[in-house]
């Protein structure tokens, strides 16, 4: 199967932290570089009505088409974790093995995304969490983000010690520079648990890029 030169696997310490909208400027800041990009959301669930979905959203920054981001069939009409708003539903068992099997990239991808749903060990299908989901997928690397507020240092080491042994980029979103708190929770990532946080995408596109380079 095609597979992209880097295979990034995105994760939340939670949910609602911004992993679309960290994806969705991940995937258009490498496309101003010329880097071939591809998105793929295996499985999303959202609440009808409301704003764009996570993988519209991928799709746009992608330069896709929505249905090869998530097909029709992968998306669940309710916000609850997949397989919960697909027992709800009435539709049919969501399993690990035929979700990573209906993922198919472009050919020439260098850049593919995957992302997964809530946080580290929310439900992603019936017998797998996010993390067991992108094992399985075998990335290359691993994003993890986070807020970057109150409660962002338990969050994240508790999410890194539940990830699997690759390479992980740590991305504060929402970062304000002027707040002391940010600041704060940035150094104690360094000093304390030897943690280096990206806070702008640029800078955590040049770590994926310097990453591919050294494949």
């Known amino acids: 199967m095609k597979r992209p030169h880097v295979l990034l ?8 932290v911004g992993k679309t909208w960290v994806g969705v400027q991940l995937l258009q800041a490498a496309r101003a570089r010329a880097v071939r990009v591809a998105a793929r959301k295996p499985v999303q669930s959202f609440e009808p009505g409301g704003a764009a979905t996570d993988a519209m959203q991928l799709a ?3 330069g896709e088409a929505v249905e090869q981001v998530c097909t029709a069939r992968r998306c669940y009409e309710l916000a609850m974790a997949p397989p919960m708003a697909a027992d709800r539903l009435g539709r049919p068992r969501i399993d690990a093995a035929e979700l990573l099997a209906e993922i198919t990239w472009p050919a020439d991808v260098e850049l593919g995304l ?3 749903v809530g946080g580290p060990r929310s439900p ?9 989901f992108l094992e399985r997928a075998r990335p290359d690397r691993l994003l993890l983000v986070a807020d970057s507020g ?3 240092l338990n969050a994240i080491r508790l999410s890194l010690a539940s990830l699997p042994a690759l390479p992980v980029d740590v991305m504060l979103n929402r970062f304000d520079p002027n707040d002391t708190l ?3 929770n ?3 990532l360094r000093e304390r648990y030897g943690i280096r946080a990206h806070i702008e995408v640029s800078e955590l596109l040049d770590a994926i ?7």
């Not at 992603?124 to 067991?132: I, L, R």
């Not at 890029?209 to 494949?215: D, G, Y």
Request: aromatic letters at 2%; zero cysteines.
């Open 60 to 62: 746009g920054a992608s």
């Open 150 to 152: 109150l409660g962002s």
């Open 114 to 116: 995957i992302e997964t």
């Open 209 to 215: 890029v310097a990453s591919s380079l050294r494949r």
């Open 182 to 184: 940010h600041a704060l």
């Open 9 to 16: 696997g995105v994760l939340g310490t939670h949910t609602e």
């Open 124 to 132: 992603m299908t019936h017998d797998a969490d996010s993390v067991e």
């Open 186 to 188: 940035r150094s104690w």
